[in-house]
């Protein structure tokens, strides 16, 4: 068994013992169920979003609500979150169901687990602790470690291009693939 296999099987036996099920309540991609329902949203998965549902990238997603101020009057925000309704749910959520569901982002495709290092996070959910065949959590737990190396490898991307803000004022949006002006 190799490096990675090992990391996935051990991360399936701790997730078939917390146990999880998902009841399709739908808290966790609605406003208000006590939990941040803010998704944040790679190009690549925005790409992916739009050729499923045929919507521009406009309106899959928006700037993360938050920037970082930078010397010279210059405004930073990184990456962008899934567009939410004037109510606070997220824009794909239709009764019990996602309209994005084949294509979703892996931070809904893994909740309501991280990793965070090599440490398992475990969100609020109504679903933990419902039995979990060892099938499932490996495929759980194989979408934990690629979402882990690909936040990792945005993350670096973003670090790469960030020294490329402009150093005019202006509010800038800093993704994995590059600069672009707000
Ligand atoms: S994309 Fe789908 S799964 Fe993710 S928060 Fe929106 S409705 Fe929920």
């Known amino acids: 068994m190799n490096g990675t296999k090992k990391v996935e099987s051990s991360l399936a036996a701790k997730l078939m013992e917390i146990g999880f ?12 169920s006590g939990d941040d329902n803010l998704v944040m ?7 992916a979003i739009s050729g499923f549902c045929g919507l521009q990238a406009a309106d899959i997603a928006e700037p993360y ?21 004037p109510c606070g749910d997220c824009r794909f959520f239709s009764g019990s169901s996602c309209l994005a569901y084949p294509v979703r982002p892996s931070i809904c495709r893994t909740y309501p687990f991280m990793l965070d290092g090599d440490e398992l996070r475990v969100f609020p959910c109504r ?6 065949a060892e099938e499932e959590a490996l495929c759980i737990a194989r979408d934990l470690v690629r979402r882990s ?26 993704d994995s693939e590059g600069v672009s002006e707000r």
């Open 149 to 174: 190396a690909e936040e990792e490898e945005e993350a670096g991307r973003i670090r790469a291009i960030l020294p490329g803000v402009p150093s005019r004022p202006g509010r800038f949006l800093v």
């Open 41 to 47: 949203v790679t190009p690549r998965e925005i790409r």
């Open 127 to 132: 679903g933990l602790g419902n039995p979990l």
């Open 65 to 85: 609500p938050e920037s970082v101020e930078l010397p010279g009057g210059r405004s930073v925000t990184f990456g962008r979150v899934l567009r939410r309704r």
């Open 21 to 32: 099920s998902c009841t399709r309540c739908g808290d966790c991609c609605r406003a208000g």
